[in-house]
């Protein structure tokens, strides 16, 4: 007898080749689904099928375009990292995620000799401009602010998973 | 810098986010704007020509599919080439940053599980010889619905 059903791990080795084809892109293409499903040997209805699953559960957040910020002049960007009450901090990050130059607001652990808890990343177009939206976050804060600092980053050392799939 | 046209913009913004499941995708974004399928995939293969796509795929939120960490270094500066070598050379980094602090090699990283992410972060420790930072996300506190433009 023919069990036609996936296998609990045959469904999750597909599930990994599909996240791993994902992040690496679609083709701006007529049917960019069929495309990769064919690259993957699989049927399209299969592919849209687990790609549903993953945006009804939550493990994608989106599909579409990602712009390239530096071409269109949001050249400047600052890690500004923030110790933050703990009382407060989901307040507060909460607020400052829903602010539309920050791409990035996230809670991490304190460490010995790192104090910051909360981690925002702001896009300007000029420095002047990412210093009056520190400046913006800083007041946000208000009371639950302790301490802060922003690490501009000087240069870019590696960075992948922005690859096109297209190379022509 | 590029300047992107009314009409770019419309379309990159439409394009970034609730981007359909459908057979041609393409063609719904294309009648949502008022313009042809043709005229759609043209101009995003132009865009993209001209450096202002970085991507077309998947967002995927942090550690549903696998682990990831930031993770940071306190290098000397004399020795900040090598090191970024080494840490690059590691499977499963995918982004490596110099920033201006004590800290100052910033890089994420991503597993399997937790148990290969530890590994890795361990291996990192052990050959470099620097104080490190494991700092996983404990919470997102921004969704992410694309970048308006």
Not at chain 1, 119 to 132: A, L
Not at chain 2, 1 to 24: H, I, T, W, Y
Not at chain 2, 38 to 61: K, P, Y
Request: include cysteine; charge should be negative.
């Amino acid at each position: 007898m023919l069990d036609c059903a996936l296998q609990p791990e045959t469904d999750g080795e597909l599930r990994r080749l599909i996240v791993l084809a994902l992040q690496e892109g679609l083709p701006v293409s007529r049917y960019p689904y069929r495309d990769l499903a064919y690259d993957l040997d699989i049927g399209e209805d299969t592919l849209m099928r687990h790609i549903q699953a993953m945006l009804d559960d939550g493990a994608i957040r989106r599909i579409g375009v990602v712009p390239n910020h530096y071409a269109l002049g949001y050249s400047h960007n600052l890690m500004v990292v923030w110790d933050i009450d703990d009382d407060q901090v989901t307040r507060i990050g909460t607020e400052l995620g829903e602010l539309d130059f920050v791409s990035h607001c996230y809670r991490r652990p304190r460490r010995d000799g790192w104090p910051y808890n909360l981690f925002v990343m702001v896009h300007g177009r000029s420095q002047d401009e990412v210093q009056q939206k520190i400046a913006v976050l800083r007041q946000r804060v208000g009371d639950a602010y302790r301490d802060h600092t922003a690490l501009k980053s000087t240069r870019i050392l590696k960075k992948t998973g922005l690859r096109l799939r297209r190379e022509d | 810098m590029k300047a992107l046209s009314p009409l770019d913009c419309a379309l990159l913004n439409q394009v970034q986010k609730g981007f359909p499941l459908e057979e041609r995708p393409f063609a719904v974004i294309a009648q949502h704007l008022g313009m042809s399928e043709n005229a759609v995939l043209e101009r995003l293969q132009q865009l993209d020509a001209e450096g202002v796509i970085s991507r077309f795929g998947a967002v995927f939120e942090p550690n549903t599919v696998g682990a990831s960490t930031l993770a940071a270094l306190a290098v000397p500066p004399e020795h900040i080439r090598e090191t970024a070598e080494l840490v690059n050379a590691v499977p499963g980094v995918n982004h490596n940053y110099l920033r201006e602090h004590e800290f100052n090699l910033w890089f994420v990283i991503t597993g399997r599980n937790r148990e290969e992410l530890t590994g890795s972060l361990a291996d990192i420790e052990r050959k470099t010889g620097y104080p490190m930072l494991d700092l996983p996300m404990e919470q997102a506190y921004h969704i992410d619905l694309g970048f308006p433009l």
